[in-house]
């Protein structure tokens, strides 16, 4: 489906595609860590695929992990998860 077929969006709504492209800032510090680099559905919920560097990460697309999207600012910020090796 071509986007200019989409209907549009009120303005505190976006597509989940519009977020493709845009910086990732961790959330406590502001700091530029990355970028969008696509998302996909797992059957519960939308995932985020996150180039980090030179890693992909995926992150569940939840406002605990995602607090804020601004798709006019041009950026997401996030909490990512701690892990314990």
Known sequence: VDRND???TDDDEYYVADLLGLKVLENATGCDI???S???DNGQQVVLVLKLKDQLFD???LDQFVPEVDV???FIKVNLPEYID
């Open 34 to 36: 990355g970028v969008v």
């Open 72 to 74: 006019e600012g041009g």
């Open 59 to 61: 992150l569940l697309f």
């Open 6 to 8: 989409f209907p549009e």
């Open 38 to 40: 696509d998302f996909y």
